[in-house]
């Protein structure tokens, strides 16, 4: 999936804000498309589907690079809905769920693989892969996931923390949008936003006090031109490339 940088849209940005130094340019480019992808959802991506480890609840994100998590459209396990909830919420229903492996301290379970820590364990165990196996006291708490909650962009939980008794196939599909220090962009998604984002990176630019480029009527119209469009490009994303299918049913008489 190639990328696009954010400075590929300086030149176009640059002439309605003349004397404007490319770097701010660049700078305003990006938060106008952090904006667009918060708004309009456009960016998404399907996480490939794979299986939880028994007794841990937290996992980071398989997303591209230089990207956060913004909205979670779709977790299962195995098929079924996980409830998606606040952080508060999943504390309130699982209380000890920040508990990796049911609380059992790390020198219990990696007892059988070299001492904890050392020499010989962070050689063996570490740097050559392990056979390590959940012990049954850090099973004791575990179960079926029914929920998912997000930590932060990069790390998200399943709760209870999932047991041994069968495989937790995990799938994701989520909304995207760039970090605040990314460059870039998927190109394709880039090529579709490029408007929104380019009447986003005028209105932002326009407002500068003290500065030449400095234009508040044009800055108003940038901001309605920028509303159009992420309005047109939320719509589009929501419906895809399907069109609704119009029903016709007629009312009895009488």
């Keep these: ?25 660049n700078s305003a480019i990006r ?8 708004r309009t959802l456009y960016w998404r991506h399907a996480e490939v589907p794979y299986n939880l480890t028994p007794a841990v609840h937290q996992y980071l994100y398989r997303k591209p690079a230089e990207s956060d998590v913004h909205a979670v459209f779709v977790a299962t396990v195995n098929g079924s809905p996980l409830d998606r909830i606040t952080l508060e919420e999943a504390f309130m229903r699982y209380p000890a769920w920040a508990d990796l492996y049911s609380g059992v301290p790390y020198e219990e379970l990696w007892s059988d693989t070299g001492a904890f820590n050392g020499a010989e364990f962070n050689e063996n165990t570490l740097n050559g892969g392990s056979s390590f196996t959940a012990t049954d006291a850090a099973l004791e708490k575990t179960s079926d996931p029914r929920v998912f909650t997000q930590i932060n962009p990069d790390q998200f939980i399943v709760l209870p923390s999932p047991s041994d008794d069968k ?24 090529n579709e936003l490029e408007d929104t984002i380019y009447h986003g990176a ?53």
């Design 1 to 25: 999936m190639a990328d696009r940088e954010f400075d590929s849209l300086v030149s176009r940005v640059s002439v309605s804000a003349p004397g404007c130094p490319n770097f701010l340019i």
């Design 31 to 38: 938060n106008a498309a952090i904006r667009t992808c918060e």
């Design 167 to 190: 495989p937790f196939s995990l799938r994701l599909v989520y909304a995207l949008k760039p970090k605040r220090d990314a460059t870039g962009m998927p190109e394709y998604i880039f």
């Design 202 to 254: 005028l209105q932002e630019l326009m407002v500068v006090p003290n500065q030449p480029w400095k234009d508040l009527e044009l800055a108003a119209y940038h901001a309605k031109q920028y509303t159009y469009c992420v309005t047109e490009r939320r719509a589009r994303a929501n419906l895809g490339n399907m069109r609704g299918v119009m029903h016709v049913q007629m009312r009895p008489f009488g």
